[in-house]
């Protein structure tokens, strides 16, 4: 049976997406981009040229995928009616402006996947949505599946992770399909999908955690502090079980073994991790010659608003204190020239522009039960 699959974004993320979902059989591609004239560039190079995905594979051979989407638009009438799934392949920033442009045009029992969703996606997505989104299966990936960058308009590399991890609210929904499934058979076998037990799960899970310049205790109490919250949560409501929420150096020791030279702590484990040979942190132009951390970079302007102060809120309802975390956030909100906490608490006047439960009006483990 034919399937259509909606791409919301325009990015690296966006054009694998739509490349893979493109060659999958029997399987229409569109993509929607709302990003200035995004959605016109894109269609001009494919008019002239192949749209081609080079993807890394794991024995060092790279393998060419050549196919197109069906079509790029701005237009969410054209994009949206009729598609089986749709894919949020778009950093978490603009998540707002791809719900309310897709509101209008969504059927019952359509899959909705963010890829990555990010904390407080679900929230987000009924928050726009309302009772459409219970009619619709809500999934959220914690990242992307690959490393990737677009090479041109048009083409780009990619290699991707070992598994990922990913939740799903059904909801009233009634699909005829099986979202993960059908998204694995669009990747390929890696990286390999796993389900947690709950959407809530993959926000204590979330990596964004990682601000290694407040050095390794930092991190680590940080880390204590949200496993400190899903087994608080857990607790208190089975229904919310977070049994795969794990200390952020237990992350490494698994994930990184291969790259990790010395697993003995964070610090070391965070130092010797060759895979982040050649990652440097964002810098700027301070306009004298200087170099100056860049604080809007995405691990902050992301990881913040859409990670730390969604833990933080979890942390919260479930009553689990946070000196760290805390710390971390006061500093952190202070170089964006935001405020989410004031003192111990989530009160600042910019909550509401993350998306912490408490962004949206959910003030107890019992309104965040209620969405499963
Ligand atoms: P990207 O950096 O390629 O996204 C840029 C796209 O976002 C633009 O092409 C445009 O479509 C949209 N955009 C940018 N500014 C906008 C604005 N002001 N208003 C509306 N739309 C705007 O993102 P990418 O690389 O596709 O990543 C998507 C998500 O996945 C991000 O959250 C990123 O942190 C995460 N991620 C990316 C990885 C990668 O290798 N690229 C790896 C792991 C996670």
Redesign the pocket.
């Known amino acids: 049976e034919k399937l259509t699959v909606c791409i919301c ?6 054009h694998a997406m739509a490349g893979l979902a493109a060659a999958h059989a029997q399987t229409e591609s569109r993509v929607l ?3 200035q004239d ?1 959605a016109e560039r894109w269609t001009k190079t494919m008019e002239k040229n192949d749209f081609i995905i080079l993807q890394n594979l794991p024995d060092g051979s790279v393998r060419e995928i050549k196919a197109k989407p069906s079509m790029v638009t701005k237009d969410a009438s054209k994009a949206v009616p009729g598609a089986n799934i749709i894919i949020f ?6 998540h707002q ?1 791809y719900f309310n442009a897709i509101l209008p045009y969504v059927e019952p029992d359509t899959a909705i996947i963010g890829l ?1 969703g ?1 904390p407080g996606f679900e929230f987000q997505c009924f928050d726009v949505l309302k009772e459409k989104a219970r009619r619709c299966a809500i999934l959220s990936y914690e ?2 599946p ?5 090479l041109e308009f048009g083409k780009k590399i990619l290699g991707a992770k070992d598994s990922l991890v990913g939740s799903k609210i059904t909801g009233k929904s009634n699909l005829k399909l099986d979202p993960a499934k059908t998204l694995q058979s669009m990747l390929g076998e890696h990286p390999v999908l796993k389900m947690a037990n709950n959407y809530i799960e993959p926000y204590l899970m979330t990596k964004a955690i990682g601000l290694d310049e407040f050095g390794a205790a930092c991190l680590s109490g940080v880390s204590d502090e949200v496993v400190a919250t899903a087994k608080a949560i857990s607790e208190q409501k089975p229904e919310l079980n977070q049994s795969h929420v794990q200390h952020l150096l237990e992350w490494y020791r698994q994930d990184y073994r291969e790259t990790v030279a010395d697993p003995t702590s964070l610090l070391t484990a965070m130092r010797t991790n060759a895979a982040y040979n050649g990652l440097v942190h964002p810098m700027k132009d301070a306009g004298n010659g200087k170099w100056v951390p860049d604080f809007n970079y ?1 691990y902050t302007s ?1 990881d913040i608003p859409y990670g730390l102060v969604v833990t933080k809120g979890l942390a919260e309802l479930a009553g689990v204190p946070t000196p760290y975390t805390d710390k971390v956030l006061t500093w952190c909100q202070e170089k964006l020239g935001k405020e989410y906490i004031v003192g111990s608490e989530l009160k600042g006047k910019d909550l509401k522009e993350s998306r912490a439960p408490q962004a949206y009006g959910y003030k107890s483990l019992d309104d965040l039960v209620a969405l499963l």
């Open positions: 974004g325009g990015g690296n993320g966006a981009t709302l990003f995004e392949c778009v950093p978490a920033f603009a402006q990555p990010q990242s992307l690959w490393a990737c960058r677009i995405r992301e």
